[in-house]
């Protein structure tokens, strides 16, 4: 029988936005609930967004880092819980908790690094470090790191009538392959680098997103004669349903500190080719790849895969595979638990 554990996650961000840090560490709570008890320390707010099973701890996050008070409501905190393993899931609580490494020695403690770092020091105190993709784990000791990707939920699996219905709206009566793309339309997804690739290519291009350069990339567009071959649809609840009836998922990033898009993309079983940024350069094999900004690579890059899309998509099976056994939750959490478990007998 599986030793339950006592779990604390600590997540500092103030005031009860919910973005993919949040997610994902309400994602995990849950997830490790069903096997452990699991305590959450958060700023107030969170609290009616706590999951069930999950016991819920408000403390002031919104004081600095320095601030002693802080301080000992953390300290206080984790003396009543006394977890076995404490988590910290931001920057902020990896700062607070390294100076109480010491006061609780007979803890694990543990802090996930969703983002590279400038100074990994605060990091190094703890007994382990969870990272989200391989260039970061360089950092550590093979021993005392782990990489778990981040979760990604699939959408919800439409009918075979509704995919047909989305996908006609889609191509508005064009018999063409379906590309997409995600993204907040800013500079950094690089989506004029897409559009002059799309040049010459028989396709239509469904675009995701919304952002500061829609202007500038629909005048693209029309200068490039792409108007009739590419939709603008704006941003979407449902995005993950559209990665269900496209034929190829296309991202073309000048940078990505980790490609959810590709993960999304994998996981609900869509092909997928993108720039080498991280993310994508573990899961996708060399020639599904291009260097960032090189229009000419792209092009040529979306000619040759369109052109063998049905023997691609046979060769995606493994990766659709692993992704859906590595980036399901419930996976994320079994490897987080397996670490935890790692470490605590190293500990001992």
Not at 133 to 141: D, E, I, K, Y
Request: net charge positive; proline share 5%; glycine share 4%.
């Amino acid at each position: 029988m599986e030793q339950r554990r006592r779990i604390a996650q600590v997540m500092t961000t103030p005031g009860g936005a919910m973005g993919v840090i949040e997610q994902h560490t309400f994602e995990l709570c849950a997830a490790l609930a069903e096997k452990n008890e699991v305590h959450l320390l958060a700023d107030r707010p969170y609290s009616a967004s706590c999951p069930k099973g999950v016991i819920f701890h408000p403390l002031e996050f919104s004081k600095s880092a320095l601030n002693p008070l802080l301080y000992w409501q953390l300290a206080q905190t984790l003396n009543h819980i006394q977890p076995h393993v404490v988590h910290a899931q931001t920057a902020k609580a990896v700062k607070l908790l390294r100076r109480l490494v010491w006061f609780f020695q007979h803890m694990v403690f543990v802090a996930t690094a969703h983002n590279p770092q400038k100074n990994w020091q605060a990091f190094g105190a703890m007994n382990g470090v969870i990272v989200t993709n391989t260039p970061m784990a360089n950092h550590f000791a093979a021993d005392k790191v782990r990489v778990i990707y981040p979760a990604s939920i699939p959408a919800v699996e439409l009918s075979v009538r509704d995919k047909k219905q989305l996908k006609e709206s889609l191509l508005a009566g064009h018999q063409q392959p379906l590309l997409l793309a995600i993204g907040r339309l800013t500079p950094n997804k690089a989506f004029d680098v897409l559009l002059r690739a799309l040049v010459g290519v028989d396709a239509r291009l469904v675009i995701v997103g919304d952002g500061m350069e829609r202007h500038s990339l629909e005048y693209l567009c029309r200068e490039l004669g792409l108007s009739e071959q590419v939709v603008f649809a704006g941003r979407r609840h449902n995005e993950t349903a559209f990665l269900q009836v496209a034929d190829l998922c296309v991202v073309s990033s000048r940078y990505e500190r980790f490609s959810s898009v590709v993960m999304d993309a994998l996981a609900n079983g869509c092909p997928v080719i993108s720039t080498k940024v991280a993310g994508a350069n573990e899961w996708l094999p060399e020639a599904l790849l291009v260097p960032p900004n090189n229009v000419e690579a792209l092009h040529s890059l979306l000619c040759v895969t369109l052109k063998r899309l049905p023997m691609i998509r046979r060769n995606y099976l493994p990766i659709f595979l692993r992704a859906r056994q590595e980036l399901a939750v419930t996976g994320m959490a079994e490897r987080t638990q397996d670490f935890y478990d790692d470490l605590l007998e190293q500990h001992q």
